[in-house]
């Protein structure tokens, strides 16, 4: 795998194309077989035609970011706010990225953040599970409600007939 300098969140300068020179956030990153492109906020922006899919939309023209490629960006460092060539190495064992310029990690906030993602996913598992059970509950009742309906047909013709009768 190619290794990824840069990531969501980063603030990029880039370099080339007519948006050079503009300075944006990552918004998304977005990884293919040999190479990576990215998202930036403000950047690349095209005009795409949204079509109404149903009576409540409107058809309409979102301007939205396209991505481009992360040759084209250079991360800025948040400590010396220059932009740089992320360098690659590791630092008690772990793989981050520094600034060549001032020897900063890059990857500092990330570390931080990897509790909460942790958090995160165990949240989504237990969703999950909720969401599981909620389903099960759903299909007995949908399978109650179709045994009351098939019971309710299944009377319903001698209850006429008994009325035919009773006529
Ligand atoms: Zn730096």
Aim: charged share 35%; aromatic share 0%.
């Amino acid at each position: 795998m190619t290794k990824v300098s840069v990531k969501t969140g980063d603030t990029v300068l880039v370099n080339s194309g007519k948006d050079s020179g503009k300075i944006g956030k990552v918004l998304a990153v977005k990884k293919n077989k040999d190479h990576v492109r990215v998202v930036v906020e403000g950047v690349n922006m095209v005009t795409k035609a949204k079509r109404a899919r149903t009576a409540q939309e409107k058809s309409e023209l979102v301007k939205q970011e396209a991505a481009i490629d992360v040759s084209n960006v250079n991360v800025i460092c948040s400590k010396c706010d220059r932009a740089v060539r992320v360098k690659h190495a590791v630092v008690d064992g772990k793989k981050v990225r520094v600034c060549p310029k001032c020897g900063a990690t890059l990857d500092a906030k990330y570390v931080k953040s990897a509790g909460k993602k942790a958090e995160k996913t165990e949240d989504k598992k237990a969703a999950k599970a909720a969401a599981k059970a909620e389903k099960k509950s759903k299909t007995t009742k949908a399978d109650q409600e179709k045994k009351a309906t098939k019971t309710a047909t299944q009377k319903k013709p001698t209850t006429t007939r008994s009325s035919q009768r009773g006529v």
